[in-house]
């Protein structure tokens, strides 16, 4: 298995190059899409109407790559769905826990998704949506996440269904019923599988307590067999309930095709049994998204993806004499990803006689990009300016003075290369748009103080108009201090 690609792996400079899909380097500057990323810090140039360049460090948020990712994935399912014969509808979900922004959940839903929500406060953000026009009614609302009888959540949710009618929660536990059953109100609801990891090979076999190998798995989420069958009956006995979905998660890090349908392959056929004694069950979700792309290197095949779902689905409902279901998936990675990026000045490079030269940044690695440290997931990148200029490979650091504020992560055997020329070089992390910003949280204080960045959304209509920009400003040291409790002085 080759390393991940981060960013360019050579000592010469870059050539007019494409990186990959909206990342490409033209006389020695780097572009995202039609955008001149170094012009927005650095200037020079043409003004791309902003009329001004930012502060850095500086996170963009490019709205049109989110719409793009809705439409690309919606494409392949009905293309691959008319090329098979395969008569169930898909429906793309955004699963907002990947970044809760409201212009990114905005942007998205106004694209056409169904929202896919985790918690209580998420029920706010629905309403807020539907106010602002871009969630019709129509539109479902998956409900995941612990909702006990009793909790904050379930009650909620189930005010939320008289607002609107198309929410379905989908319920991970017995204790999870109650409320919906009490409310009286016509739920349409979903049961989850217990979470069982793609290592699985073995089939489901048995519905009556016998310990099969979804149930042996390791996971806080969702039912075990026998429950489910038993949530079902319960479901199906309740008069204002409806069974219509089955969620199964094996997570969206598996990188093979085959392998990650093989896993769903335990929940395909179990939908099949379901099918056949709960006949209002009309939906398969395969819980979490698609793999996206973090890396330069990255490889998944959507299309065939979509292929052997719909087999396998087609093959299991044939066995078991049942129509094939529609599919759902919660796209979060997938949606968020590639439209968020970071850019950092480097303010000196450290020789002190480590392995490689430091190139120190004007921010924190680890409070930007959690996972790096705590994962040591890799992202991709690249400088803005100076592409036409040599390289050399280097190791970057963060402005904290924690061990861990470094990139490559310190477990990565992959190599990065920046511009020797380090004059004003700014650089950027890209596809970090998904779970970054939510683990290390908006505003508040963070590691050393260091302030949050200035934040710069982009938009245009389409890819012929000029972009827009909106502006929202980054903290001051006042504004940590005050959160800390210190006194400031707002004269
Ligand atoms: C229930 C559920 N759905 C969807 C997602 C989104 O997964 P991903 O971001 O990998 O697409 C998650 C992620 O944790 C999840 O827990």
Redesign the pocket.
Known sequence: MTHPIIGWEHESPVPNHEFNSFLASRNGRLFYEDLDLAQLVHGGGQDQGLGRTLPSPLEIIYLPMLRQKVAELNSVFAEVAAEIGYAGRFHYTY?S??NTAEEVVHAVLDAGANY?MSSQFDTVIVQTMQTSGVLSPERMVIA?GFKPAGSGYAHSLVQLKRVHDNLIPVLEDLIELAPFIESGLAFDVGLRLKCYGHRLTSGVSGNHGTKTPVDAGNSRFGLQIADLWKAADIIAAAPSLNLKLLHA?I??QITSEHEFVSALKPAIDLYGRMRQRHSEMSIFDF???VPAPMTLNFHFDYRLFARLLMTALSEACARYGVPVPDIMG?????TATEHGAHFFRVLTVKNNGSELPWYILNGSIMTSFPDTWALGEHFIVLPLNHLDKPFQRVQLGGLTCDSDDVYPPKTSVSPLYLPVETKDLYIGFFSVG?YQEMLGGVKGAKHCMLPEAFELIIDRADDKEPYQFRLLPGQTSNDVLRILGYPVDES
Not at 330 to 334: A, C, D, I, K, S
Request: proline residues 0%; without cysteine.
């Open positions: 699963a826990k990947a896919e995941n998660m997570g969206s819980g979490g998204g919660e796209m979060g990675r997938y998904a």
